[in-house]
């Protein structure tokens, strides 16, 4: 009985380093083909109208900051609107005015040109108009710092995006989203489903107090 369950703990740990060994790493990664930032400028008008032409947002506008946002995350993002992923459900109203904004970029090579414009936008942290316990949201946060980073800096590795001095409006709205199933219930959506259970304990209060600590000046 022994023997067998050692054979399958090595099955197990054979199988995961096959996994792993099957993933792709941050330096191959960084390796691909990055975009044309001066293709991209162009095709960014379409977005400065919305987002601004430093990427700064536009709260009246529904439309977060995205300067200082990587370009794995953004590119994810235009590709799950693009693909009906994401603002696909009709009580995601903000989303779905995305979904026409994405399909105006023609391939992948557009959105890695749009993408690397982005990262030649300053980055100026967003304005701060969420208020809370901040004491409270930085214990809470510890759950959300394992994937978030201790900064709130973002992890390639696990999905997981920056949310450091971006719109905090818009976190909370996509928190809501996330909860009530308005974002990541898509079948495609295999990154947006990880917060799900994250979310479920948090309330709006609690989702204030997290955000507040997030963008609390000595974060």
């Known amino acids: 009985h022994h023997t067998m369950r050692g054979r399958v703990v090595v099955d197990e740990e054979e199988d995961y380093n096959t996994w792993l060994n099957a993933q792709q790493t941050y330096a191959q990664f960084a390796a691909l083909k990055k975009g044309d930032a001066h293709a991209g400028k162009a095709l960014y008008q379409v977005c400065a109208s919305c987002h601004g032409l ?129 974002r990541g219930a898509h079948a495609g959506d295999v990154t947006g489903r990880q917060m799900e259970s994250m979310v479920l304990s948090l309330n709006e209060a609690k989702m204030r107090d997290v955000l507040a600590y997030v963008n609390s000046p000595n974060n």
Request: proline share 5%; net charge neutral; charged share 20%.
């Open 54 to 182: 430093e990427g700064e947002g536009n709260p009246a506008l529904n439309a977060p900051k995205i300067s200082g946002q990587e370009d794995w995350y953004l590119k994810r993002q235009l590709t799950y609107f693009k693909d009906g992923i994401r603002g696909s459900n009709p009580e995601d109203t903000y989303g779905a005015q995305m979904a026409p904004m994405a399909n105006t970029l023609v391939d992948e090579n557009a959105m890695n040109n749009i993408a690397a414009y982005i990262q030649t936008l300053p980055d100026k942290p967003a304005a701060q108009t969420i208020h809370g316990d901040i004491k409270n949201g930085k214990e809470l946060y510890i759950t959300c710092g394992k994937c978030h980073g201790k900064q709130a800096e973002g992890r390639w590795a696990v999905n997981a995006p920056r949310m450091a001095g971006m719109s905090d409006w818009y976190l909370l709205t996509q928190l809501k989203n996330f909860k009530n199933g308005l």
